[in-house]
């Protein structure tokens, strides 16, 4: 059996699959504590036999597997977390290959191998939630170099109505500091999701969303690009970002996916939420089946 963590900032999300990707079981456990957390994760996993173990952890995180702290959550708010090390804690319980890199590029490989990009050989996946987060997948691999990308912090013009300085903890006004949920909700001094009505809203969301997804297709020239996290349940922002977009683009990149088939070109995740585990299950069956594969070699 395979196993899966989508380790997020609010839940942690563990399943068991079987070697064909179906959900064997799947549990939600609150982020608390490390301790506390970890405890209730592996008194899940114990109750079955898993031979391998893939995660998807929030970030940023050390997901260099030559690294000493791979597997570390690095430079988080969360101080109880900082420096946590997921793959020792399991390790010290599980003997069997653990795979670990950041929920939004597990999410996209899910995505990629699974789900609205399958058909693709290059895509990205964009969380719009507590976070911005982008994980790339070029040629069936997510994009890495020497960290994790960390598309979600890129620089963006100002909306020329919107005076709210900004709430990214590093750079203040940049892409997550303007429009990730936490900067509607201080912005506006309500929760997003009852903002629903205020189309002041959602014009200056989509107009920051818009521009960050000009910048990523003119670096990345992705195929496919999926927009999920809870900001993205509110239905109407997407048509409000492709109308910014064709606008953006000003017909300088002339290709339909930027035109009339704009609606195939950006969609919501298919995954319904799974986008992570799947793509976890997808890296515990691969880092299983590339060590059998190196023990036969071995004779
Ligand atoms: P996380 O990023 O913590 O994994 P989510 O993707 O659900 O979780 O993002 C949470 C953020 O999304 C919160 O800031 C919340 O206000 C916002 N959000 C959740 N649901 C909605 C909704 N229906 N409409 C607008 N914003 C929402
Ligand atoms: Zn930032």
Redesign the pocket.
Known sequence: MLGAIEA????FVCAVGDMDYNIVDLIEIPTTSPIETMEKVKEFFIQYNIQSLGIGS?GPADINPSSPNYGCITNTPKEQWKHFNIISFMKSTFNVPIVFDT?VNVAALGEAKFGASRNVNSSIYV?????IGVGAVINGEILQGISHPEMGHIFVRRHEKDHFAGCCPYHKDCLEGLA???A??KRWGK???L??NNKEVWEIEGYYIAQALMTYILILSPEKIIL???????RQLITIIYEYLKRLNNGYMSFSQLEENISDYIVTPELEGLSAIKGAFYLSKNNLYGNTELLSNLG
């Open positions: 997020g900032g609010t839940k929030f929920d969380t719009i939630g507590t976070g990730s949920g936490p509607i909700e929760k997003a999701v903002l629903e999920g996290g809870g900001v993205m349940k509110q």
